[in-house]
């Protein structure tokens, strides 16, 4: 069974920097596209960034709030992870962050809706303060 656990979410102050991580239990992160999204209290879930399934492509949110610059997704294939490495944190960046995988090899982007992918993890808290 496909799934994603997240860890390493947790309380900093503004400036700070983070690194998620997310483990894939049962099969390889090799061909898999993974994702980073969040949800933040009162807020939809957003798109925060991605890595297509080859690894060769990579996707970051384009909101006003953008992520770009700041946060850098990657993975290691030795230990089946993805990180998402958060710089120079902000309180708008207090969010549930949730990482999810999609298993369609034939697809290559964007991978910035939530529909696209099949699992998802529980979610590990991150809390900026000011």
């Known amino acids: 069974q496909v799934q994603p656990v997240e860890s390493g979410g947790g309380l900093v102050q503004a400036g700070d920097s983070l690194r998620l991580s997310c483990a894939l239990s049962g099969p390889t992160i090799r061909g898999y596209a993974m994702g980073w999204f969040r949800q933040a209290p009162g807020k939809e879930r957003e798109f925060v960034t991605a890595l297509s399934w080859s690894g060769s492509n990579t996707f970051y949110a384009d909101s006003a709030d953008s992520v770009k610059g700041r946060f850098t997704i990657s993975r290691d294939y030795a230990r089946n992870t993805v990180y998402l490495q958060m710089n120079s944190l902000k309180p708008e960046d207090t969010a549930i962050y949730y990482c999810?995988?999609?298993?369609?090899?034939?697809?290559?982007?964007?991978?910035?809706?939530?529909?696209?992918?099949?699992?998802w993890g529980q979610g590990t808290q991150v809390t900026v303060s000011s």
């Open positions: 999810a995988a999609d298993d369609d090899p034939t697809y290559s982007g964007p991978y910035d809706s939530d529909a696209r992918y099949k699992y």
